[in-house]
C-alpha cells in the first residue's frame, strides 16, 4: 500500500514564473493539506481541500491556489514566484480531514526559487 | 503569537538518557498530534492525542486537556532518535505546528 507520494522531489524556478506540484493521498483517505516549511520554521497551513473544494484556507496570498481530483489527488499551483515561496511544500492526506484522524505526511517538494 | 509553543528549542542528550519535550497550546485546539522529522524533510506521525497517554516501543506521550499541555517521552535514547520533534494542534480541519524540537542524542 502505497503512502502518501509527491512529485517532484525537488524543483528549481525563477522569480515570476509560475509552479504546479502534485500530491497522491494514501489508499483509502479523501483529503489532502498542504503546508509550506520554510528553512528553519516549522510547516504552515495553506490550505485543504475535500471533495473537490477547498474546505478551508490560511493565511497565504492568492498567488496560491490549488486543486482537487475526483480520483482524490491534488495539485498546489503557485503564481508569480517570490524568492520568499522557497520551501519545503508537503502534503499530508487524511480520512475525510477529521482532525482527529492521524495525518499522513509525503516526503515534500522542495522549491527554489532564484 | 503561535497558538502551539514547544520547549526545548534545542536539546543535546547522551545515549540512554531520558528525554522530555514540551508541548503548550491554545484554546480551540481539539487534537494533539507529535510529528519527527529527520533531515531532509520526511515527516512521520508519531501519535495523535486527544486525552490520556500513549506509548510506542520507547515513545511516550502524554496529554492534560485541562492545562493545555502535552509531553513527549523518550526512554532511553539512542543516537538513531536525533531529529527534530514537532507538535501540531488541531482545530477546524488543520494543523498548527509549533517551531520543533531539535533533538540531538550522542553515542
Known amino acids: 500500500d502505497a503512502g502518501v507520494t509527491q512529485s517532484p522531489t525537488h524543483l528549481i524556478k525563477t522569480r515570476g514564473q509560475q509552479v504546479t506540484l502534485r500530491c497522491s493521498p494514501k489508499?483509502?483517505?479523501?483529503?489532502v493539506s498542504w503546508y509550506q516549511q520554510a528553512l528553519g520554521q516549522g510547516p504552515q497551513f495553506i490550505f485543504q481541500y475535500y471533495e473537490e473544494e477547498e474546505r478551508q484556507r490560511g493565511n497565504f496570498p492568492d498567488r496560491f491556489s490549488g486543486h482537487q481530483f475526483p480520483n482524490y489527488s491534488s495539485e498546489l499551483n503557485v503564481n508569480a514566484l517570490l524568492l520568499g515561496d522557497s520551501a519545503l511544500y508537503l502534503c499530508?492526506?487524511?480520512?475525510?480531514?477529521?482532525?482527529?484522524?492521524?495525518?499522513?505526511f509525503g516526503p515534500g517538494t522542495r522549491l527554489t526559487v532564484l | 503569537k503561535n497558538e502551539v509553543e514547544q520547549s526545548p528549542q534545542n536539546l543535546t542528550a547522551q545515549e540512554g538518557e531520558f528525554i522530555t519535550i514540551n508541548c503548550s497550546y491554545s484554546?480551540?485546539?481539539?487534537?494533539l498530534h507529535w510529528l519527527q522529522q529527520h533531515p531532509g524533510g520526511g515527516i512521520v506521525s508519531l501519535f495523535m492525542l486527544s486525552s490520556g497517554k500513549k506509548k510506542h516501543g520507547r515513545l511516550i506521550a502524554t496529554i492534560n486537556i485541562q492545562e493545555k499541555h502535552s509531553s513527549l517521552h523518550i526512554t532511553a535514547s539512542h543516537p538513531r532518535d536525533s531529529a527534530v520533534y514537532i507538535c501540531?494542534?488541531?482545530?477546524?480541519?488543520?494543523?498548527?505546528f509549533g517551531k520543533g524540537t531539535l533533538l540531538t542524542v550522542n553515542p
Open positions: 501540531a494542534g488541531g482545530s477546524n480541519y488543520k494543523l498548527t
Open positions: 499530508a492526506s487524511s480520512f475525510s480531514g477529521v482532525i482527529y484522524n492521524e495525518q499522513f
Open positions: 484554546v480551540g485546539i481539539s487534537a
Open positions: 489508499s483509502g483517505h479523501d483529503t
